[in-house]
């Protein structure tokens, strides 16, 4: 098993608005909320954060504006030992930010604007070419150009190097195009905008992701938060159950699910028990508000595993 995989993260950079809400207002009405929180994020940022928390040599290849938000996380990144010598100042721009609203059972709604993060192109992947081509896994999501989501999953492929899409925001995809990738992991809401099926359920979720790879994806996994996880492939599909806690805030869970399984399956670990392992430290991080700030450490998570495997 390898002491410290190489995970490259090809994705967004954000900075967190978020607020703590009784409920959501209604048009024209203005109330008050309970607690606000700042903090880093994006999630490609988070995944980033979540893989280096689990201990793995992380590298980010993204763009941030020339706002007061951009040099400050760049300095996060270099301050969690993040490879960020192809993150990008951006003229003219602002960094992208994310307003997260939480209701009191810990659900949230998030509504991102990307900022410079819709000016990473192909040309910035070409430029990190030669550390990407070191890396173990390459990670990407849906807060970038789909432009140069598809070119790196190319790129990817053609250089036989792992590649996990976590498609989300969901939108429309080319299913051709996304099939470069190693690993697609939608949670329900993406699995639908992929499938064109209702994923309501373990059995919907298995029905969903049989489509899917019906359509020429490799192997998919469907998050399904306090459901756990489904993995299916060309030889069937398997159930993972989650790791039962009491969520404070599932801000970021996605991610930290995400970055924490890259983790594990770069490291050499068989893909069920990094699915199992990254259940738990997605569980986790639902005791802490916020996204990175929750995420918690290898040393941490092992103390939690050890209870469980």
Not at 54 to 77: E, H, K, N, Q, W
Not at 148 to 164: G, K, Q
Not at 216 to 231: C, F, H, K, Q, S
Not at 284 to 291: E, K
Request: hydrophobic fraction near 45%; charge should be negative.
């Amino acid at each position: 098993m390898k002491s410290q995989p190489h995970i490259a993260v090809v994705g967004s950079a954000n900075v967190d608005l978020i607020t703590f809400i009784g409920r959501m207002p209604r048009p024209g009405e203005t109330i008050f909320g309970r607690e606000f929180d700042l903090g880093f994020g994006g999630k490609g940022a988070n995944q980033a954060v979540a893989a280096r928390q689990c201990g793995a040599r992380v590298s980010m290849v993204a763009r941030v504006g020339d706002d007061l938000f951009g040099p400050a996380t760049i300095r996060d990144y270099e301050a969690r030992g993040i490879d960020a010598s192809r993150v990008l100042v951006t003229p003219g721009v602002s960094t992208g930010v994310a307003p997260i609203f939480v209701d009191p059972t810990g659900q949230n709604s998030i509504l991102v604007v990307k900022g410079a993060n819709d000016r990473l192109l192909p040309a910035d992947v070409d430029a990190a070419a030669d550390l990407l081509r070191t890396a173990d896994c390459i990670v990407l999501q849906l807060e970038i150009p789909l432009e140069t989501v598809y070119y790196t999953l190319r790129f990817a492929r053609a250089h036989s190097i792992p590649a996990i899409l976590n498609p989300a925001p969901a939108q429309p995809l080319d299913l051709t195009e996304i099939s470069n990738a190693a690993y697609v992991i939608p949670n329900e809401t993406e699995a639908e905008a992929l499938g064109g099926m209702l994923v309501r359920s373990v059995d919907e979720a298995r029905a969903c992701a049989q489509s899917l790879l019906a359509r020429g994806l490799r192997r998919v996994i469907v998050t399904l938060g306090e459901n756990g996880a489904l993995l299916a492939g060309a030889e069937g599909s398997r159930h993972l159950p989650p790791h039962r806690v009491q969520p404070l805030d599932t801000t970021g869970a996605g991610d930290a699910f995400i970055g924490s399984f890259a983790c594990f399956l770069a490291g050499g670990c068989e893909e069920a028990e990094a699915i199992a392992r990254a259940n738990v430290y997605a569980a986790l991080s639902t005791l802490s508000a916020g996204t990175q700030k929750s995420f918690v450490t290898r040393e941490r998570f092992e103390q939690e595993w050890a209870k469980v495997a």
